[in-house]
């Protein structure tokens, strides 16, 4: 069966610093892979999403970079943080027809 | 550009009723998927029921059902017998077909009351 996993859980950066998260995939190949982010009380945002190794789309202009350097790991990335980077961070993965399943999200809290 | 819309940022229902949840989208496409997924208070992202849009039934999971109206893009969720363990944000989410991303709408919050 094909599972996600997500980490770390929680993160607590001070403005500036940079910021890896990570995900992978198990039981699949060639997965499509997203990161949303969730603000406090509010939808998903979809941040990036890859077709496949080395192949990142960007759909929002920020400070966070995406990198898939194995088929079925996708990384989130900031080189230095803004308060406005705080948020609820989701990476999921889905493949022809199916639905897609998330992870089970990164809290980030920057201050 | 796809948007999604759900019309009701809260919802509440007694435990063991009933209640429906509102979605519509805005869409050129024929070949799509609509979904229902739900947040509880861990924010794990749950599959409740999925539609695809050239299906005319409606979609069926145990006390879950999609009241599915392509003409007028609505894409409506009932919650029969309401339990306390329903009480979650609702998001409402649309793709097309191929590898493209899922396109949310803002949720809906639903309290069940005991």
């Given amino acids: 069966s094909q599972?996600?996993?997500?980490?770390?859980?929680?993160?607590?950066q001070p403005v500036g610093s940079p910021l890896s998260l990570e995900c992978t995939v198990e039981g699949?190949?060639?997965?499509?892979?997203?990161?949303?982010?969730?603000?406090?009380?509010?939808g998903l945002q979809l941040l990036f999403y890859s077709v496949g190794i080395g192949?990142?789309?960007?759909?929002?202009?920020?400070n966070l970079s995406a990198s898939r350097p194995q088929?079925?790991?996708?990384?989130?990335?900031?080189?230095?943080?803004?308060?406005?980077d705080s948020g609820f961070y989701l990476c999921a993965w889905g493949k022809g027809r199916a639905y897609y399943t998330f992870g089970s999200g990164t809290r980030l809290t920057v201050v | 550009a796809q948007t999604v819309t759900q019309s009701q940022p809260e919802m509440s229902v007694q435990e063991a009723e009933t209640v429906t949840?509102?979605?519509?989208?805005?869409?050129?496409?024929?070949d799509y998927y609509l979904f229902w997924y739900k947040q509880p208070p861990s924010?794990?992202?749950?599959?409740?029921?999925?539609?695809?849009a050239y299906k005319q039934q409606n979609a069926t999971e145990n006390r879950f059902s999609v009241n599915f109206q392509k003409a007028a893009k609505s894409f409506s969720l009932k919650i029969s017998d309401s339990q306390l363990g329903d009480a979650a944000m609702y998001?409402?989410?649309?793709?097309?077909?191929?590898?493209?991303?899922l396109v949310f709408g803002k949720g809906t919050r639903l309290s069940v009351i005991a």
């Avoid at chain 1, 599972?3 to 607590?12: C, D, S």
């Avoid at chain 1, 996708?74 to 943080?81: A, G, M, P, R, V």
């Fill in chain 1, 28 to 42: 699949t190949s060639n997965p499509n892979l997203y990161w949303y982010r969730q603000a406090a009380g509010r």
């Fill in chain 2, 91 to 101: 998001f409402c989410a649309y793709r097309f077909s191929g590898n493209t991303p």
């Fill in chain 2, 21 to 30: 949840l509102s979605c519509t989208y805005d869409t050129s496409e024929s």
């Fill in chain 1, 3 to 12: 599972t996600i996993h997500q980490w770390p859980a929680t993160l607590v």
């Fill in chain 1, 71 to 84: 088929d079925r790991q996708f990384i989130l990335s900031s080189k230095k943080l803004l308060l406005s």
């Fill in chain 1, 55 to 62: 192949q990142i789309s960007s759909e929002v202009p920020q």
């Fill in chain 2, 43 to 52: 924010r794990q992202m749950i599959l409740v029921i999925r539609q695809e």
